[in-house]
Each structure stands twice: as C-alpha cells, then as structure tokens.
C-alpha cells in the first residue's frame, strides 16, 4: 500500500476565556436595591445586560407568569433588584440606555 501524505489538522478557534460566575442572589439578601420597576419582557433585557456587566440582579413580580401569561397595568409589574454597592452603576447603564432627545 503507498504511503499516504501527511495530514495537518486545521486549527480550530482558541478556547474562550472563562468569564467569572455571576453570583446568585436570594430574595432574602439584605442589601438590595430597587433600581427599576417595568414590564417582564423589559426586565428580561435589563437583567441581561446588568448580568453582561457582572452585575448580579434579582426580578421581583407579585404575579406567577406561568400562572397568569398576560398582564393588566401595574399587576405585572417587576421590581428589578441588585446589590447596594452596583446600584449606581446599573443605574448608569439604564440612563445609557435610556430613550430620549437625540442632539447632533
């Protein structure tokens, strides 16, 4: 049998850094801090920014969205909560985000 050529592997992308563990945060932590209350579609997209930035951040809603998968008015409200000690900061990012005038 004739001797094959040599086979070079492409190479395949590094390997991602590991990014830190956001940590987990309990309803009962003392040190929250309400940073801004909306709708849950909305609060979803804030905690995944809050998270993006290591900013660990709890949702509090006094409705079980499984439960009730449609929201009247203030009823599905949630509360979005981090640690005292990021509040300014998140609250920096919200008014980043935030929509308003646009100057040229």
């Known amino acids: 049998m004739p001797?094959?050529?040599?086979?070079?592997?492409?190479?395949?992308?590094?390997?991602a850094p590991p990014r830190p563990p956001v940590r987990q945060l309990r309803d009962d932590d003392p040190g929250l801090v309400e940073?801004?209350?909306?709708?849950?579609?909305?609060?979803?997209?804030?905690?995944?920014?809050?998270?993006?930035?290591g900013i660990p951040?709890?949702?509090r809603s006094r409705l079980a969205q499984s439960v009730y998968p449609f929201?009247?008015?203030?009823q599905g409200e949630?509360?979005?909560l981090v640690p005292?000690?990021?509040?300014?900061?998140?609250?920096?990012?919200?008014a980043r985000i935030a929509p308003g005038p646009s100057f040229p």
């Open 35 to 53: 940073v801004y209350r909306c709708v849950q579609a909305e609060a979803l997209v804030i905690k995944s920014l809050f998270e993006s930035e």
């Open 71 to 74: 929201t009247v008015g203030d």
């Open 3 to 15: 001797r094959r050529g040599k086979v070079i592997r492409f190479p395949g992308a590094p390997p």
């Open 57 to 59: 951040t709890l949702l």
């Open 84 to 94: 005292e000690a990021e509040a300014a900061r998140s609250r920096l990012l919200l």
């Open 78 to 80: 949630v509360v979005i």
